[in-house]
Nanobody, 123 residues
């Protein structure tokens, strides 16, 4: 069992930066691949980024590639999403998720979810 708690979301101006954190519980965290997803108002939840359990492989949605960076610290049982050059279209609730096995882009393949943290980017 893994419990996830996101933090770091807030209101930021376009062009700014923000770092989201996801704190996990559970001794097997280091064996889980982690992902970040987001859901904008009126839209379906979508993939943002994922990282393998070793941290050696990362994956990004085209819309955030080059602007966002996912990372993890297994010693701190946490995963992070560094978001730079933020745009109003990045406004969404951001969720972290965990799955046993390799990193995936499909949310249905993730077993555990956090409650989300709101990111609002003003123009």
């Amino acid at each position: 069992q893994v419990q996830l708690v996101e933090s770091g979301g807030k209101l930021v101006q376009a062009g700014g930066s923000l770092r989201l954190s996801c704190a996990a519980s559970g001794r097997t965290f280091s064996t889980y691949a982690m992902g970040w997803f987001r859901q904008a108002p009126g839209k379906e939840r979508e993939f943002v980024a994922a990282i393998s359990w070793t941290g050696g492989s990362t994956y990004y949605a085209d819309s955030v590639k080059g602007r966002f960076t996912i990372s993890r610290d297994n010693a701190k049982i946490s995963v992070y999403l560094q978001m730079n050059s933020l745009k109003p279209e990045d406004t969404a609730v951001y969720y972290c998720a965990a799955r046993s096995g390799s990193a995936r882009r499909l949310q249905v393949e993730y077993d555990y979810w956090g409650q989300g943290t709101q990111v609002t980017v003003s123009s």
